[in-house]
């Protein structure tokens, strides 16, 4: 993108606080004082996944399939070092520093606010975030800054993959619990709405209209069309989440708070860790971008189904990867805001 050109979410951007602010006391509100509202939508699940938050990263992830170049897809595997970032601090790096950095401050620092037994149930949820990368909603921060969407596809695709060999021994080593099994239900029902469905769509739509139409009125008239439709997702996906946790912040505040410090710090050193390494390697902005949000955020359908199997529904630990799906759109939004901020100081794509 040259310097002439507009910024794609410049408007949105320029009053991120302001709209994620009032769409979280929305949804708060709403879950609140219109319980029936998220009750009914939670009739709409399977395998602890909210249909009605799929179908919204659907159409937020959809806008950026259709801008993927098959080709690029291909070619991923030639610029290896994307990837090597991602699989290392995803799988080398990320588990481990979330279990430190959270057992330091929900068993040093906030020890006299957190009885021992619910730190310890604190920190399995937030082990269990820290050892699902994201699957979903990495389209969208890859997306919103701007990043290579064919590579992103590759990235989520590998990591897929890994989750079913590498979260199990990881979270048992972490949290010394034999009986840890990935959700597969879960994990095949996420791949399949927000890679495959979306990928397959948008390809199918990119062939059909440029065999048709032409490359240049693709590009130029039928993808502007959706501008906006990402960024208006995702604000109603805030809305619709915290709406059905509005009691739960509303009743647990402190708790919300304590548990929301280390997930928060977790994140962004993470990312800065993906990030800079990226700078260092001299990788492109447009692979560096999402290599470092990919492990800054996480697969909260995965943590949470597995949180609930493993403690029960009520427990701390469920409580923790909750915590977990509310902080991450607005601190995900930052760092996206700190991406394009920064691509200047990395070199452009070829």
Known sequence: MSDT????????????????????????????????VPAFLSRFEYAKVSIPVAILIWLMIYPMMLKVDFG?????????????????????????????????????????????????????GAVLLGAAPCTAM??????LSDGDAGYTVVQVAINDLIILFAFTPIVAFLLGISDVRVPLDTLILSVVLFVVIPLGFGALTR????????????ENSFVKKFEGITEGGLLLTLVILFAFQGDVILQNPLAILL??????????????????????????????????????????????????SLF???????????????????????????????????????
Request: proline residues 5%; aromatic residues 14%; hydrophobic residues 60%.
């Open 72 to 124: 690029s897809i291909k070619n991923a595997g030639r610029k290896p070092k994307g990837l090597i970032i991602t699989l290392v601090v995803n799988w080398l790096i990320k588990p481990f520093t979330m279990y430190l950095i959270a057992a330091f401050f929900l068993k040093v620092v906030f020890k006299a606010l957190i009885p021992e037994a619910l730190a310890s149930e604190y920190l399995a």
């Open 5 to 36: 050109q507009k910024p794609a979410i410049s408007f949105f951007a320029k009053y991120l606080s302001l709209w994620v602010a009032l769409c979280i006391g929305l949804g708060v509100a709403i879950g609140h004082f219109l319980p029936g």
């Open 207 to 218: 062939t059909t209209l440029i065999r048709k139409r032409g490359l240049e009125w693709f």
């Open 259 to 308: 548990i929301a410090v280390p997930l928060i710090l977790q994140t962004y050193f993470i990312f800065f860790v993906g990030y800079g390494w990226a700078k260092i390697w001299k990788v492109p902005y447009q692979v560096a971008a999402p290599a470092g949000m990919i492990g800054a955020s996480n697969f909260f359908e995965l943590a949470v189904a597995v949180a609930i």
């Open 138 to 143: 990495v389209f969208v921060w890859s997306y």
């Open 312 to 350: 029960g529904l009520a427990s701390g630990a469920a409580l923790a990867t909750v915590v977990g799906v509310l902080v991450e759109v607005p601190v995900m939004l930052s760092l996206v805001r700190i991406a394009r901020a920064t691509r200047k100081k990395f070199p452009e794509a070829a």
